[in-house]
């Protein structure tokens, strides 16, 4: 999955969680699939690749800081969304911010790993506040 497929998948799961905390695995992706940019990442890449994709971003939420959570099998369970996953999305809420943070990530490391460049938006986001 590409950067910016995965920066969409990671950012839209956290606002459902925010939405929808505490809920588990299959309510963000039941609500994640209806979304028509989804649909359109999901027949890029097909179902066993967005399923492992899906699984590790779940995974790197936890270990960012962004949500509290926990695997339970045979699924994640989300209590809520951390003061730092709340700072994450009111970064995404103003475009020019967000876009200057995701723009200097990109020029500094094209070609690096989609979880590694979130984390370093992460990074940057969490130095604004």
Not at 21 to 49: L, M, R, S
């Amino acid at each position: 999955m590409n950067t910016e497929d995965y920066l969409f998948v990671y950012m839209h799961s956290l606002r459902i969680i925010r939405e929808n905390a505490p809920c588990a695995e299959k309510d963000v992706i039941d609500k994640i699939v209806i979304n028509k940019k989804f649909k359109e990442i999901f027949y890029k890449y097909g179902i066993e690749t967005i399923k492992r994709e899906i699984e590790i971003i779940f995974q790197n939420m936890i270990s960012d800081g962004v949500v509290v959570g926990k695997m339970t099998k045979p699924q994640f369970i989300f209590q809520r969304v951390t003061t730092d996953g709340y700072k994450l999305l009111e970064a995404k809420e103003d475009k020019t911010t967000w876009n200057r943070v995701v723009d200097s990530v990109k020029k500094e490391a094209p070609l690096m790993v989609a979880s590694e460049f979130v984390k370093q938006i992460i990074l940057r986001v969490f130095n604004l506040f």
